[in-house]
């Protein structure tokens, strides 16, 4: 994907990265093409124009009337330094090129929205690509990969009043529970008053909870997505806080896709299904997310990699065909 493209700046607060006079604004399938550049200058002369942008971004409702569903492009992962997607261990590192594979998701049918960290919304509000979506910060990003405080999963993300003062419509955050490390009794207590601040501001909070323990002999991380290990998180994540009303659950799908109905009956929280790391088989996750997303409190998909470095190349027909699953 090219790092610049045909994209002028209309006003000293915007940055298009879409042109539909040249059949690049995504909605056909075609790249879209970013220059950092552009961004660059915009950010160095008129800092401003973020605050200006979130400002008059048009809104929706979280869940459209039309569908009631929820696709959601995730892209917090650079934050944590997870850069690698499958062989290609920097792939998320070129920003212009995830920028413009984010921008060509944003514009297909059926996505309502993305989630990412302050930087990575910024440049999406400034090339316009926000209007009409639903924004999700996310919270805590501290726990970087790898790192041996990893479930020491600090805040260090949006605050609640960030996305309240930037009119962002949610907030997410991570919550991995090992039984043998300290640091994840700090994570879960900053969790649950992350909850509590979102609740005072009636700001939606989607809770991604995971048991999880450390390889003994490699000393990395291992997410438990057995039946009996994604219920007690489940559990745990649905009682965080003073108050569940605002509070939303992102779940994987098990091991055993057939555990999912009784995994599901844990909680009344609606859910969203996360995407995850789903390697070449990209057939056989939309399977898997396919019979989950007939539950009952299974409201939606938000999925990042596998959409936007899809196996095949196609950030198109893979975010489409994730949509036709709703």
């Not at 090992?178 to 609740?199: F, I, K, W």
Request: hydrophobic letters at 45%.
């Amino acid at each position: 994907m090219s790092r610049a493209g045909k994209v002028g700046r209309s006003s000293p607060g915007h940055v298009p990265a879409r042109d539909g006079r040249d059949g690049r604004d995504g909605r056909d399938g075609r790249d879209v093409s970013v220059d950092p550049l552009k961004l660059v200058r915009l950010r160095a002369h008129h800092p401003e124009a973020v605050a200006e942008a979130a400002a008059r971004r048009a809104r929706r409702p979280l869940l459209a009337q039309e569908t009631g569903r929820l696709l959601i492009v995730a892209a917090d992962h650079p934050a944590r330094g997870a850069l690698a997607v499958g062989e290609r261990p920097f792939a998320m590192a070129d920003r212009a090129d995830l920028l413009g594979r984010l921008c060509l998701a944003l514009a297909r049918p059926g996505v309502d929205g993305v989630l990412a960290t302050a930087d990575i919304l910024d440049d999406l509000l400034l090339l316009g690509a926000l209007e009409n979506k639903i924004v999700l910060g996310s919270m805590n990003r501290g726990g970087l990969a790898g790192a041996s405080f990893e479930l020491d999963d600090r805040f260090t993300g949006h605050r609640p009043a960030d996305l309240h003062r930037l009119r962002f419509d949610a907030g997410k955050l991570l919550l991995r529970i090992d039984y043998d490390d300290p640091g994840s009794l700090r994570t879960m207590e900053s969790a649950a008053r992350a909850v509590d601040e979102m609740a005072e501001l009636r700001l939606p909070v989607f809770v991604e909870p995971f048991l999880c323990r450390r390889d003994p002999a490699r000393g990395t991380l291992r997410s438990d997505l057995s039946a009996d290990a994604v219920t007690t998180s489940i559990a745990i994540a649905s009682g965080l806080g003073g108050s569940s009303a605002y509070t939303w659950l992102k779940v994987p799908v098990t091991d055993n896709p057939d555990d999912m109905a009784r995994v599901m009956e844990t909680s009344t929280l609606p859910a969203v299904l996360l995407g995850g790391d789903v390697g070449d088989d990209q057939d056989a996750a939309y399977e898997k997310w396919r019979h989950a997303l007939q539950l009952p409190t299974v409201q939606g998909l938000v999925v990042g990699r596998s959409l936007l470095y899809p196996a095949d190349g196609d950030v198109a027909g893979a975010v489409d065909t994730a949509a036709s699953l709703l």
